[in-house]
C-alpha cells in the first residue's frame, strides 16, 4: 500500500518555462519531505527538502510548497533547462527516523 | 557524489545461489540503508541500520539479511537468490538530522 503517490507518470514542457511536479500522501506521521532526481543508470540525487513546520523551502531554480492539511506537496522548476529531463521522486518519511517512502517517480521532458 | 561505493555494479547470478552487495561510505554517516528499485514502485527500503550492529527491517526484507560491522560497511545478503530479487540496489546514508544520500546502484539479475 503506497503511502506516498505520485499520480502523473509523465510530464513534458518546453524549455524555459514552468514544470510543476505533484505528490500526495497517506500517513499523517510524515513530516519530512524530499524531492530526487535521477538520471538513466545513476543513483538517486537530492535535490530539495521541507520540514512539515514550513510551508515552502526554495534553492536555486527549485521550489517545494508543503500543503499539510491537503496532505500535498509540489516542486516547481523554474525556468526548466534540457539537463532537467530526468526522473523525479517524491519521498517522506518521520524525522525520527528517515526510512523513507517513495512515490513511484514522474519523467520530466524538456524540449527545446 | 555523497561518497559511497557501491560493489558489484553488476551482477549476473543464478537461481538459489548466495550474493552479497558491498556498500561502502567514507562520510562517517551513522544512518545507512538499502532500496531496491522496481517499475512502478519507485525505491522500495530493504534493511537500515542506526549504528554498528544495529539493524532493523524495512517494508520488503523476506529474503535479504544484512550485517554492519564497521561504521563504513554496510552489507546485504541475498541468502538464496530468486528471480523476483532481479532489480537495481541502491545504498544510501545520513545523518540523524539527514538529508539522504544515494549511491549508484547495483544492478543484478537472477536468471
Redesign the interface.
Known sequence: DQQVKQNSPSLSVQEGRISILNCDYTNSMFDYFLWYKKYPAEGPTFLISISSIKDKNEDGRFTVFLNKSAKHLSLHIVPSQPGDSAVYFCAACRSNDYKLSFGAGTTVTVRA | DAG?TQSPRHKVTETGTPVTLRCHQTENHR?M?W?RQDP??????IH?SYGVKDTDK?EVSDGYSVSRSKTEDFLLTLESATSSQTSVY?CAI?E?T????????SWLTVV
Not at chain 2, 512502478?40 to 527500503?45: A, I, N, Q, S
Open positions: 559511497i544512518y540503508y532500496y512502478g514502485h519507485g525505491l522500495r527500503l537500515y524495512g541502491f545520513s540523524p539527514g538529508p539522504i544520500y544515494f549511491g549508484e546502484g
